[in-house]
């Protein structure tokens, strides 16, 4: 670089400077100034030797960052700080301990959350998960956590040029998969749109830039359709001294995109391609009444689809959204969404969160918001202690996609509750004890099931009894994590008592055979059964799953240890002449699940053969009889090579005992696929997982999942069930080793 240059980038970096405390001024207060110029200074030294992929120094990156958050989101000083100092304690020397000495713990605290949340997102690894849990978990701390973050992705969103393609990929699939979501129920439609037709431009470049030479195309004669819809309103408004402005919008490139996609519709059969927003200005005492009375103006002229109403004025969204949408007719036969709203309304559309904050603080008889109820909400997700990572990143986003219905108590109280509720979430919602007795519900004065799914409008009254219990098909129709929750808890309360009786019974069946409950017998009887965990194995014999009796079989095992040499057999005629000698009768064949006691044998490694499967003996040199699949990869050579060696082997009855299998999972992601795959192995069947790892790319969904089934007809119940899932294209089995 040219003496000239890095002078020149010296400039432009002070000019970057400058605009950002020009648009912060406003919301300074005291010494601020000085406080985000100390930021600044430390965050140019810490960084000065770095520069990004792009060639610019790296200070520009901070810069924009904190720009993004005053200009964008409207955050003030503790922000600008946080974003200036974002990169340094992950990428250079400094310690948080530096930035508290500093900055003080507020700063300290949101930095140490932005350091902990990088690398969130590294797909395939339940690490991922667990991490994705941290970061929400900064939400309660601090929300501006999340906003940094934010305004810290679309920098790298709107920088993502520069980077090699296959990061770009993952970069803008991260960015759909979860900040997009974020962004919208934070609230910062501006961010999210743009967010979005990011995605789009990295994931689907062709189709990206066919959408947005037709949007330029059509512009001459949209602005032309505009002019001539707008103009009898613009008259009538004037006419009555209403103050507005009108604009006509395109919508955002991937929100037609994905109309034509998820329609199959070409550019020109999308018909809402853009809004007509009405925006008054208006004080907050009359704000209700004019957006109506401009409804009524236009419906005057348009006539309306009534099945097209949305009144967010007089209930906003969740995220503090206050709209009042109508689509209507216009004279050249298509249909306009128009959006009618005032000033404030449409500032708190376009960013969110702190615009919400700005006016809240002036209205101090406005009820809780609901974003506050919602993270109130994710407080409770992460509150659930049994919950895995992965349920929580399936709820979380959940929580983050869903549209809201809003439903009536008997005696007309409001509730919010997300898409796809039922009753039963309603009677979570009202009380947990009024869900944990709830046996049915009348809707709009109706009988229905618990699991009938509720619509907007639904005046609801619950109906219990003292009798009701939670059971685990109830997991399956309830969505809200309040529900979730309880009813968890209560299954697991209903787990430990099956296990307690279930205890007492094995104790006394050890007793009747003079063997004591201690660790030693403990292990054996899990290694019989196949189970991991002791809770599991009370539970199962507390629920009468395990026969007692089988209980008592292990005091062989016990009396005589594996390796006596009786029980160890080195070859066909050994085998032959012991089982003769035991069972009085001459067979050539192995009976898995019977002959335990006589000879020793066990499942191969190599396949994990599980009853049902065509399996074969095959007679080691120290380890006993060893069980293959037919179709073990190792077969071939085993029977072609030792053919000698090999006992016909058969499966004799024995539901209770789990084995071991695996089984690969294919198809489309979309939001609830974990839960529905885990709801179906462990509520609907009640299989345990031995473990599930999930890797989703580019909304291709691929998992693996080991778990104990029963037999080759349970595992086959089991993949035709999770075939049935929308979404999924193929389930294998595979070879668990
Ligand atoms: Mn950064």
Request: aromatic share 8%.
């Given at each position: 670089?040219?003496?000239?240059?890095?002078?020149?980038?010296?400039?432009?970096i002070i000019?970057?400077?400058?605009k950002?405390?020009?648009?912060?001024?406003?919301?300074?207060?005291?010494?601020?100034?000085?406080?985000?110029?100390?930021?600044?200074?430390?965050?140019?030294?810490?960084?000065?030797?770095?520069?990004?992929i792009?060639g610019?120094?790296?200070?520009?990156?901070?810069?924009?960052?904190?720009?993004?958050?005053?200009?964008?989101?409207?955050?003030?000083?503790?922000?600008?700080?946080?974003?200036?100092?974002?990169?340094?304690?992950?990428?250079?020397?400094?310690?948080?301990?530096?930035?508290?000495?500093?900055?003080?713990?507020?700063?300290?605290?949101?930095?140490?959350?932005?350091?902990?949340?990088?690398?969130?997102?590294?797909?395939?690894?339940s690490?991922?998960?667990?991490n994705?849990?941290?970061?929400?978990?900064?939400?309660?701390?601090?929300?501006?956590?999340?906003?940094v973050?934010?305004?810290?992705?679309?920098?790298?969103?709107?920088?993502?040029?520069?980077?090699?393609?296959?990061?770009q990929?993952?970069?803008?699939?991260?960015?759909?998969?979860?900040?997009?979501?974020?962004?919208?129920?934070?609230?910062?439609?501006?961010?999210?749109?743009?967010?979005?037709?990011?995605?789009?431009?990295?994931?689907?470049?062709?189709?990206?830039?066919?959408?947005?030479?037709?949007?330029?195309?059509?512009?001459?004669?949209?602005?032309?359709?505009?002019?001539?819809?707008?103009?009898p309103?613009?008259?009538?408004?004037?006419?009555?001294?209403?103050?507005?402005?009108?604009?006509?919008?395109?919508?955002?490139?991937?929100?037609?995109?994905?109309?034509?996609?998820?329609?199959?519709?070409?550019?020109?059969?999308?018909?809402?391609?853009?809004?007509?927003?009405?925006?008054?200005?208006?004080?907050?005492?009359?704000?209700?009444?004019?957006?109506?009375?401009?409804?009524?103006?236009?419906?005057?002229?348009?006539?309306?689809?009534?099945?097209?109403?949305?009144?967010?004025?007089?209930?906003?969204?969740?995220?503090?959204?206050?709209?009042?949408?109508?689509?209507v007719?216009?004279?050249?036969?298509?249909?306009?969404?128009?959006?009618?709203?005032?000033?404030?309304?449409?500032?708190?559309?376009?960013?969110?969160?702190?615009?919400?904050?700005k006016?809240?603080?002036?209205?101090?008889?406005?009820?809780?918001?609901?974003l506050?109820?919602?993270?109130?909400?994710?407080?409770?997700?992460?509150?659930?202690?049994?919950?895995?990572a992965?349920?929580?990143?399936?709820?979380?986003?959940?929580?983050?996609?869903?549209?809201?219905?809003?439903?009536?108590?008997?005696?007309?109280?409001?509730?919010?509750?997300?898409?796809?509720?039922?009753?039963?979430?309603?009677?979570?919602?009202?009380?947990?004890?009024?869900?944990?007795?709830?046996?049915?519900?009348?809707?709009n004065?109706?009988?229905?099931?618990i699991?009938?799914?509720?619509?907007?409008?639904?005046?609801?009254?619950?109906?219990?009894?003292?009798?009701?219990?939670?059971?685990?098909?109830?997991?399956?129709?309830?969505?809200?994590?309040?529900?979730?929750?309880?009813?968890?808890?209560?299954?697991?309360?209903?787990?430990?008592?099956?296990?307690?009786?279930?205890k007492?019974?094995?104790?006394?069946?050890?007793?009747?055979?003079?063997?004591?409950?201690?660790?030693?017998?403990?292990?054996?009887?899990?290694d019989?059964?196949?189970?991991?965990?002791?809770?599991?194995?009370?539970?199962?014999?507390?629920?009468?799953?395990?026969?007692?009796?089988?209980?008592?079989?292990?005091?062989?095992?016990?009396?005589?240890?594996?390796?006596?040499?009786?029980?160890?057999?080195?070859?066909?005629?050994?085998?032959?002449?012991?089982?003769k000698?035991?069972?009085?009768?001459?067979?050539d064949?192995?009976?898995?699940?019977?002959?335990?006691?006589?000879?020793?044998?066990?499942?191969?490694?190599?396949?994990?053969?599980?009853?049902?499967?065509?399996?074969?003996g095959?007679?080691?040199?120290?380890?006993?009889?060893?069980?293959?699949?037919?179709?073990c990869?190792?077969?071939?050579?085993?029977?072609?090579?030792?053919?000698?060696?090999?006992?016909?082997?058969?499966?004799?009855?024995?539901?209770?005992?789990?084995?071991?299998?695996?089984?690969?999972?294919?198809?489309?992601?979309?939001?609830?696929?974990?839960?529905?795959?885990?709801?179906?192995?462990?509520?609907?069947?009640?299989?345990?997982?031995?473990?599930?790892?999930?890797?989703?790319?580019?909304?291709?969904?691929?998992?693996?999942?080991?778990?104990?089934?029963?037999?080759?007809?349970?595992?086959?119940?089991?993949?035709?069930?999770?075939?049935?899932?929308?979404?999924?294209?193929?389930?294998?089995?595979?070879?668990?080793?």
């Open positions: 670089m040219t003496e000239f240059e890095i002078e020149q980038e010296k400039k432009g000019r970057q400077y400058r950002l405390l020009r648009h912060a001024k406003p919301f300074l207060k005291d010494d601020d100034a000085k406080v985000i110029k100390r930021a600044f200074n430390m965050s140019q030294e810490a960084h000065k030797n770095m520069r990004r792009s610019e120094p790296y200070i520009s990156h901070p810069l924009a960052v904190a720009q993004i958050c005053v200009e964008e989101i409207g955050l003030g000083t503790t922000s600008i700080i946080s974003a200036l100092l974002h990169d340094v304690v992950e990428d250079t020397e400094l310690e948080i301990e530096d930035i508290e000495r500093h900055f003080g713990k507020k700063v300290a605290r949101i930095i140490d959350g932005l350091t902990k949340i990088s690398g969130v997102f590294d797909y395939g690894t690490q991922q998960a667990e994705f849990r941290k970061m929400i978990l900064t939400l309660s701390d601090d929300v501006r956590v999340i906003l973050k934010l305004a810290d992705r679309l920098h790298n969103m709107r920088t993502l040029d520069s980077m090699p393609e296959h990061k990929i993952r970069v803008s699939s991260e960015t759909i998969y979860l900040y997009a979501p974020l962004a919208h129920r934070l609230g910062l439609y501006a961010i999210k749109s743009e967010l979005e037709d990011l995605y789009l431009k990295y994931s689907e470049p062709v189709k990206y830039d066919e959408t947005v030479d037709k949007i330029n195309v059509s512009k001459a004669p949209r602005e032309r359709f505009v002019r001539n819809f707008i103009s309103i613009q008259k009538e408004l004037n006419k009555r001294n209403i103050k507005f402005t009108i604009k006509g919008r395109p919508k955002s490139i991937y929100s037609i995109w994905n109309k034509m996609t998820s329609q199959e519709i070409s550019f020109e059969k999308v018909y809402d391609l853009f809004a007509i927003r009405i925006i008054l200005d208006l004080p907050p005492e009359m704000e209700k009444a004019g957006c109506w009375q401009v409804y009524s103006v236009v419906t005057d002229y348009y006539q309306p689809n009534p099945d097209r109403l949305r009144d967010w004025v007089s209930t906003p969204k969740s995220n503090g959204y206050e709209s009042l949408h109508t689509t007719m216009s004279k050249t036969g298509t249909w306009v969404e128009v959006q009618i709203r005032t000033k404030r309304m449409d500032e708190i559309a376009e960013k969110g969160y702190a615009a919400h904050w006016y809240k603080e002036s209205d101090q008889s406005s009820p809780e918001s609901g506050e109820v919602w993270i109130r909400k994710v407080r409770e997700m992460l509150g659930r202690e049994d919950a895995t992965i349920e929580f990143v399936d709820d979380f986003k959940h929580s983050l996609f869903n549209e809201e219905i809003f439903v009536f108590t008997p005696k007309g109280e409001l509730k919010k509750l997300p898409g796809g509720a039922s009753a039963l979430d309603f009677a979570f919602e009202i009380h947990s004890e009024v869900g944990a007795r709830c046996i049915g519900a009348k809707v004065l109706k009988l229905v099931p699991n009938y799914k509720l619509k907007t409008g639904d005046q609801v009254e619950i109906l219990t009894s003292n009798k009701q219990k939670p059971n685990d098909g109830w997991l399956s129709f309830v969505v809200t994590s309040k529900a979730l929750t309880r009813i968890k808890d209560e299954l697991k309360e209903q787990k430990k008592s099956a296990a307690a009786d279930g007492e019974i094995v104790m006394r069946k050890l007793k009747q055979v003079k063997l004591d409950l201690n660790s030693e017998n403990l292990d054996k009887l899990l019989r059964f196949n189970l991991k965990s002791a809770l599991d194995f009370y539970f199962l014999v507390g629920k009468g799953k395990i026969d007692p009796k089988e209980i008592k079989k292990i005091k062989i095992s016990v009396d005589t240890p594996r390796k006596l040499p009786q029980q160890s057999v080195s070859d066909i005629e050994s085998f032959q002449r012991k089982i000698e035991v069972t009085g009768e001459k067979r064949q192995l009976l898995i699940g019977e002959d335990m006691d006589i000879v020793q044998y066990s499942l191969a490694p190599c396949c994990n053969p599980i009853p049902g499967d065509d399996v074969f095959f007679v080691s040199t120290h380890e006993g009889i060893k069980i293959h699949r037919i179709s990869p190792n077969a071939t050579e085993l029977l072609s090579k030792h053919g000698h060696r090999v006992v016909k082997a058969k499966w004799t009855s024995q539901s209770e005992v789990s084995f071991l299998a695996g089984l690969k999972i294919r198809g489309t992601d979309r939001v609830g696929m974990m839960n529905d795959v885990t709801r179906i192995i462990s509520s609907e069947l009640k299989v345990n997982m031995r473990s599930v790892s999930i890797e989703s790319d580019n909304g291709i969904f691929d998992g693996s999942i080991q778990l104990y089934v029963h037999d080759t007809k349970h595992l086959d119940v089991l993949t035709k069930k999770l075939e049935n899932i929308e979404g999924v294209e193929e389930v294998a089995r595979f070879d668990v080793h």
